[in-house]
């Protein structure tokens, strides 16, 4: 089967859409997460949601639901606990992968029998793309858009001086909280497609490789863009061709890309 066939398959058409919107809605989170040295919060939110789609699998309702809630309440906590002294951002998301993810494996535990729905939601299946997914990535596609169009002066300035922003007096601690609970989201948003263990790839790699590439704010968004779209596109048809889950396929494809642009960064210099 050729390229052209694969998108006249519904759910290919679906898995494509999907990787389109996270690109673009992973690329803008992304570009503020990582110059702010957080990047591991990715991880921490995506492995402590899955206590929240174990308790849905657990009780029979769509496990996104209280994923959806608890990734929004610990992105808040984060938010909130991001000035503080006592306790730092690092300390708090290793509290909370470990405490979601051992959660998760006693939940588990007591729910008899093959538990294949787990596994797709661990790595990401392309069968498992519904309708409704792709509704509700549009609809967060279209909140992130106009959140970072109206914070965007806010976010820039206090990512690369956040005393200076707040001498300014710009809405620094709404911007936070708005890019804080926003990539919780939509790191459970893209776990039917790339899984729990690996969606802070397409998060977190296409930055760090354009920042080997771009020399301006502007180079990197795009070439952020450009990376996480390509990387999952060409992801999605192998995953398909070669019957891989799509995650590890894709973060496999993100990170040869950045070894290769890291050398190519180091022979030119």
């Known amino acids: 089967m050729d390229i052209i066939d694969m998108f006249s398959i519904s759910f290919m058409q679906r898995a494509f859409i ?3 919107l996270l690109s673009i809605t992973y690329g803008l989170y992304g570009m503020f997460i990582i110059p702010r040295k957080i990047g ?6 995506s492995h402590a949601s ?6 849905g699998l657990s009780i029979g309702i769509n496990p996104l639901l209280p994923a959806l809630v608890l990734a929004a309440f610990l992105g808040f906590l984060l938010a909130y606990s991001a ?12 509290i909370f992968l470990s405490g979601g993810m051992s959660g998760a494996i006693i939940i588990m535990a007591f729910m008899p029998g093959y538990k294949p729905d787990l596994f797709s939601y661990l790595f990401g299946n392309l069968l498992s793309i519904q309708n409704v997914d792709i509704y509700a990535l549009v609809a967060f596609t279209i909140f992130s858009i106009i959140g970072f169009i109206l914070q965007w002066r806010a976010l820039v300035i206090s990512t690369i001086h956040l005393d200076l922003s707040k001498v300014i007096n710009l809405p620094t601690t709404q911007s936070k909280y708005f890019l804080f ?3 919780s989201l939509g790191l459970i948003l893209g776990v039917k497609l790339l899984g729990v263990i690996l969606i802070s790839a397409l998060l977190i790699t296409p930055v760090m490789t354009a920042n080997q590439i771009a020399t301006s704010f502007k180079g990197t968004f795009i070439a952020t863009q450009l990376i996480g779209l390509f990387a999952s ?12 889950p799509p995650g590890p396929t894709i973060a496999l494809l993100l990170v040869a890309i950045f070894v290769l642009s890291l050398l190519q960064s180091k022979l030119s210099s």
């Open 18 to 20: 999907g990787c389109l």
């Open 50 to 55: 899955l206590l929240g789609i174990a308790v």
């Open 40 to 45: 591991f919060m990715a991880d921490g939110i």
């Open 233 to 244: 596109c060409i992801g999605i048809v192998l995953s398909y061709s070669l019957d891989l």
């Open 181 to 183: 609970i926003g990539m």
């Open 83 to 94: 000035d503080s002294q006592s306790v730092t951002s690092d300390g708090l998301i290793g």
